[in-house]
């Protein structure tokens, strides 16, 4: 089955304890990216990825950082998390980097910063 | 810059009655259009999305969107709304020259009350 997975689910942690989401497609898509989504504000854009080795900034990387050293896989890094990147997390990929491409989300990682 | 305004919040609706979804965007450049279904603990999935020619766009599950570029609005309709059709839905919009990013409304909970 084709999908994008995102581990964990759900993580609560306290403040400064590095921690990574995982994120995996098995579609062989070469876009993916990091959303966050909090109430009111929508899902907003953290980092995205065109390729192996091709990562840049979205709107709100501060905080964040990620790799992409397999095409499958696109991990989310926090290294000092805070309590406002308590958030609900969505990793998503698309086949090609056009922007008329439909993208594929991950379930969430729902985490938690106290 | 672009940006995505969805009208409403929340929408409280009967079974089988009609609901529209309000979308405005502003952008100076040509962009694309989607809507996004997210329903109870589960990830954003397509419900359709408008890229040129017919400017009523059919998507899953009966829902339709109307592109009006005059008023810069990307409406979704159903006719005869389900139980089922309970979830929060996002508008967004990706600009051609930006890539595989989108931009998201703040989304609009439907709630169908039997």
């Known amino acids: 089955e084709a999908q994008v997975t995102q581990n964990p689910r759900y993580l609560i942690t306290v403040t400064g304890k590095k921690l990574t989401v995982t994120c995996s497609q098995n579609?062989?898509?070469?876009?993916m990216s990091w959303y966050r989504q909090d109430p009111g504000l929508g899902l907003r854009q953290i980092y995205y990825?065109?390729?192996?080795?091709?990562?840049d900034k979205g709107d709100v990387p501060e905080g964040y950082k990620v790799s992409r050293k397999e095409k499958r896989n696109f991990p989310l890094i926090l290294e000092s998390p805070s309590p406002n990147q308590t958030s609900l997390y969505f990793c998503?990929?698309?086949?090609?980097?056009?922007?008329?491409?439909?993208?594929?989300f991950g379930p969430g990682t729902r985490l938690t910063v106290l | 810059a672009q940006s995505v305004t969805q009208l409403d919040s929340q929408v409280p609706v009967f079974e089988e009655a009609p609901v529209e979804l309000r979308c405005n965007y502003s952008?100076?450049?040509?962009?694309?259009l989607f809507w996004y279904v997210q329903y109870p603990n589960q990830g954003l999935q397509l419900l359709l999305k408008?890229?040129?020619?017919?400017?009523l766009v059919k998507g899953i599950n009966g829902f339709e969107a109307e592109f009006n570029k005059s008023q810069t609005s990307f409406h979704l309709r159903k006719p005869s709304v389900h139980i089922s059709d309970t979830a929060e839905y996002f508008c967004?919009?990706?600009?051609?020259?930006?890539?595989?990013?989108?931009?998201f409304g703040q989304g609009t909970e439907l709630s169908v009350k039997p």
């Open positions: 408008y890229l040129s020619g017919s400017t």
């Open positions: 990825s065109m390729n192996v080795e091709v990562t």
């Open positions: 998503a990929s698309s086949q090609r980097t056009g922007s008329a491409d439909t993208q594929y």
């Open positions: 967004a919009v990706s600009v051609w020259n930006q890539g595989g990013k989108l931009i």
């Open positions: 579609m062989n898509h070469e876009y």
């Open positions: 952008s100076s450049v040509s962009v694309y």
